[in-house]
């Protein structure tokens, strides 16, 4: 792929953009809650389009279209099935609790309701999986630029790193905030020309279908697997990803999803930096509305390249092939984009692709920054100093916070089995969480002990089940079986979701049992952090697109038409 | 409502795409219709052209642009009315 003066232009033209936000807010960050909490000034409609923003990173522009490919539509069921219902529920039933407590993290919320080892546990895994989870971001975006255009990986990752860095250290939250709001209209701005000529290459949806029935007839599954969602979910079998509907629904649906949508600070921090609680909990529910239409922004452009592959001798497309001979379904965005944009169009889609990436980045190291600074630095290292102090800390703290996540990406350059492994782990500490969080929001009995062994135990079930059971065709090690494999699954994915259920379920267990053992709290020190004793939010003489549950509603159902058109 | 953030993010949304929209648009105008041609391999049934491409999308980001700012000058004048 060769660039042309007009797409340095725009990529040009796009950092000049990101770092004056940066600059431009830089005289508004006074106190250490505009620079966490961007001062709590947030309107709705910028809270929700950040909150979804900040999961656009790479996993999902380029780990959407790749799955989109491997497993075809099934792929919306992250949306329509995961993430919607799950951003919906925060929005209406769990925000005020996030927003109304005044807690600034998540894990501060942990504090407050249960207890300061349930927060430390949260706070430290948290921290170190941003660091992580934003080094291999980075690794991936160092790597794509190098396939791509031949640009150096270390230039690549130190360039996108100072960006990202200068423009959290100017403006805190809020730039990051704002430079996700512009990301998200790049990335859609520049992706839907790429589904729009891809279909139209392809023959329409008619011309997909038909490719992709041939797809999955070669393969051995049947005729719809491509293009149909639940009608192929009766049998893991007769699926490309190998889970069946009770997998679908209670792992992903339920447990995941709610896992990472409802207690993830990264996208909960956004919502918390509403201006008001009316705002905080429409921001989720704003954001359900674009995401439940990006399956055909990021899914879509997948069917699409594996239909035009399947093809390949009158298409002439096909994705490349990696080291050992399979496809590399990652690079699926990226080969399109050459496909199909002539210069100019290129700049664009390049600069969404950048945007996506910094996104992401961006996300995890103010997650980083207010964690560490708030329930760690505050915490354990030195509390009671002023609060230009710990302002100047998280300033600090993005530096380090971006230094540290560079690390990681060299890190993950050189072994990249390492990385595999970390995110195995944080894997496990993620999976119980909703569980934790249910119980503490909604039943005014749950303890600290009760949530902390609770949560500890959840973690080592999800290790255990991972280590005693195997994915077809994988090998004990990083995919599982490392203790002994005793249950095999038809695919990674769904020995994933089961491991989440079996962490969820004894989470959910020893927490009620180990409560109901321990000393419960005054219920007078519990109001404003459990939904029985606290007062329901007043919405008298709202119109109903204003209050987060008939809103809430709407959404939902609307997913629910998705679903059923494309059953 | 708490104090706003000094900044109102639609100036900076709108300004950029007004200015992205125009970059394309202005280069697909300059681009010689016969020299940009089919810019995909051997696609069956599309030809689109590199010039209209890039203008016609170059409009639509220019016309986004453009409501996004006009949208932000009329939250200035609300925001200065008591």
Sequence with gaps: MKLAAIDWAILVLYFIFVLGIGYALKRYMRSSEDYFLSGRSIPAWVAGLAFLSANLGAQEVIGMAASGAKYGLATSHFYWVGAIPAMVFLGIFMMPFYYGSRARSVPEYLKLRFDEKTRAFNAISFAAMTIFSSGISMYAMGLLLNLLLGWDFTVSVWVSATVVLLYIFLGGLTSAIYNEVLQFFLIVFGFAPLVFLGLQDIGGWAGLTAALNDVATSRGYEAGAWTQTWSMSGDPSANPMGVEWFGIAMGLGFVLAFGYWCTDFLVVQRAMAANSMSAARRAPIIAAVPKMLFPFLVILPGMIAIGLMQNVDTTGFALPAKADGSINYDLTIPMLLIEYFPNGMLGLGLTALLASFMSGMAGNVTAFNTVWTYDIYQSYIRSGASDAHYLMVGRVTTIVGVSLSVAAAYVANSFNNIMDMLQLLFAFVNAPLFATFLLGMFWKRATGHGAFFGLLSGTIAAALHHGLSLPAGATAGVKGGWLQAIESYPSEMAQNFWTAIYAFTTCFVLTIVISLLTRPREERELVGLVYSLTEKPQEHGVPWYGRPGPLGAAVVGLSLVLSIMFW | ?82
């Design chain 2, 1 to 82: 409502m708490s104090q706003p953030a000094g900044l109102d993010v639609r100036w900076p949304l709108g300004l950029l795409f007004v200015l992205l929209g125009a970059l394309l648009l202005g280069y697909g105008l300059l681009l010689e219709p016969t020299q940009a041609t089919a810019f995909t391999g051997e696609p069956p049934g599309m030809q689109v052209a590199a010039d209209v491409i890039n203008m016609t999308w170059g409009a639509v980001l220019l016309l986004f642009g453009a409501v996004v700012l006009y949208l932000a000058r009329r939250g200035r004048r609300g925001s200065t009315q008591p």
